[in-house]
């Protein structure tokens, strides 16, 4: 699977940017992705998951203010995120091949393919 995802940028604390990353190589109605981000000197983190069926789960510091969404006619998942914060900024990465179930994303170490990642830069 080959994912590719764009939109990060520089944005001002309690601005918006959208998020895609667009999958080629698999059945992508058949996937469940998700959203990661590792902001400097701190371990990835799972920040939003969409399963196959639409069902969501977002971490509790981006609920309210993120949307996870998919589109299947064009192989591609978003992240829109809103009231964006300085401790939002990281580098953003989509992700497949995890399992989703009991309302969580599960991604065992090594497994899983990952997009290149999109800088989202929020300034206070």
């Known amino acids: 699977v080959q994912l590719q995802a764009s939109g990060g940028g520089l944005v001002q604390a309690e601005g918006s940017l959208r998020l895609s990353c667009e999958a080629s190589?698999?059945?992508?109605?058949?996937?469940?992705m998700a959203w990661y981000r590792q902001a400097p000197g701190k371990q990835r983190e799972l920040v939003a998951a969409?399963?196959?069926?639409?069902?969501?789960k977002y971490v509790d510091s981006v609920k309210g203010r993120f949307t996870i969404s998919r589109d299947n006619a064009v192989n591609t998942v978003y992240l829109q995120m809103t009231s964006l914060k300085p401790e939002d900024t990281a580098v953003y990465y989509c992700?497949?091949?995890?399992?989703?179930?009991?309302?969580?994303?599960?991604?065992?170490?090594?497994?899983?393919?990952w997009g290149q990642g999109t800088l989202v830069t929020v300034s206070s």
């Open positions: 992700n497949t091949g995890g399992a989703y179930y009991n309302g969580n994303y599960y991604l065992p170490p090594g497994f899983g393919s």
């Open positions: 190589g698999s059945t992508f109605s058949s996937d469940h």
């Open positions: 969409i399963s196959r069926g639409a069902s969501t």
